[in-house]
């Protein structure tokens, strides 16, 4: 079995990509093969400050090692160092329909309001396609903002199959029931992300304890008092308590048990601490690893189990397409 998964280095990675993502990422590395990248191809779908791309993609890099992925468990890679995942894209793009991209609910999201977008934001769903099939992936953990990828992912695979032979692995997605969905502390309706300009509205794995704490503080939640996971009703406390729960390993119902009668300040308080704990450590291993040596040579020795990987299923996927290979 094998494992396979990114992350953009679009800024410093959030709680919600590592309960939805890194936090599985770490698990499966002991139960199988596992091959996990920095996805900067992908990153370039939107504008990006080349300076602030290099500096970040260094960071997913050190923040993968930071949470607990081991070298000699996993192979760690930058998306762009192996040049198989732009050659299979472009074949898989010839695959895909304008039909099912146009469906694709990320592309709406992120093109919203604007006249034009890049090709790019609108074919990015077969470049992660071609991430996952290149490696012959089983497993695909991530959130669930990428559930419709993976469905996509899937129809390729087999469409190519007919078409071809037997040739790509049909993946399955790997979510989780609690947290594939962690929402932006300003507004609970929204998702947690990178990109979004309020700093407040996510905690990132190397925020200083004093910004954990403004953030946590300044979530947003109801005119209530009563500590329920509800997150239609309750958005807002639904999400720091799946916070809490990731963090903590205590599932929700105990979490609502242990604050029966307790206001929300003093669930934000405790979270305040869980989270900072947690954080702590990686952040020390972090400020390790980031400026070392290691780092590179671990990106270059990942690099190379990748490629040998990718270089043998893009023999396999030319000799179908009857493609002349010297
Ligand atoms: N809020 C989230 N809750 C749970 N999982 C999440 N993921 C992202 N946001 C959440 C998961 O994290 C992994 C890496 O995500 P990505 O960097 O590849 O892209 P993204 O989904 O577009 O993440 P962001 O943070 O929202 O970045 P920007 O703002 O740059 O678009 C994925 O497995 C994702 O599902």
Redesign the pocket.
């Known amino acids: 079995m094998r494992v396979f998964?990114?992350?953009?280095p679009?800024?410093n990675i959030?709680l919600?990509?590592y309960?939805?993502?890194l936090k599985q990422f770490v698990d499966l590395q002991d139960k199988m093969e596992a091959l996990y990248c920095i996805?900067d191809l992908?990153s370039i779908t939107v504008p990006q400050i080349p300076e602030e791309l290099y500096r970040h993609t260094l960071d997913v890099a050190a923040l993968y090692i930071a949470v607990g992925l081991d070298p000699k468990k996993a192979s760690i890679f930058i998306q762009s160092s192996v040049k198989e995942h732009a050659e299979l894209s472009w074949i898989l793009t010839c695959q895909a329909y304008t039909g099912e991209l146009n469906r694709m609910t990320q592309f709406k999201d992120k093109s919203h309001g604007k006249e034009s977008a890049p090709v790019g934001l609108f074919s990015y769903p077969v470049l992660m396609a071609a991430d996952i099939l290149l490696y012959k992936a089983d497993w695909v953990p991530?959130?669930n903002?990428?559930k419709q990828h993976i469905e996509l992912t899937r129809d390729l695979a087999v469409r190519f199959n007919n078409k071809y032979g037997e040739t790509f692995v049909v993946p399955q997605y790997k979510g989780m029931e609690v947290?594939?969905?962690?929402?932006s502390l300003d507004d609970p309706s929204a998702?947690?992300?990178?990109?979004?300009p309020n700093d407040f509205s996510r905690i990132s794995l190397l925020d200083a304890p004093g910004k954990v704490k403004k953030s946590i503080m300044r979530a947003t939640t109801d005119s209530e008092t009563v500590i329920r996971f509800d997150p239609v009703e309750k958005p807002g406390i639904s999400n720091l308590l799946t916070i809490y729960s990731a963090f903590s390993g205590k599932t929700i119902p105990e979490l609502e048990h242990q604050y029966e009668g307790c206001g929300y300040g003093a669930l934000k308080k405790d979270l305040v601490e869980v989270v900072n704990d947690t954080l702590q450590p990686i952040q020390e291993r972090f400020q390790e690893i980031r400026p070392s040596e290691e780092l590179i040579k671990i990106l270059k020795q990942g690099r190379d189990q990748a490629q040998a990987i990718a270089q043998q299923t893009m023999r396999e996927v030319k000799e179908r397409l009857g493609f002349v290979q010297l």
Do not use: F, L, P
């Open positions: 998964s990114g992350v953009q679009t800024g959030h919600g990509n309960i939805g993502a996805v992908h991530v959130g903002d990428q947290g594939a969905r962690i929402m998702k947690m992300s990178k990109s979004n």
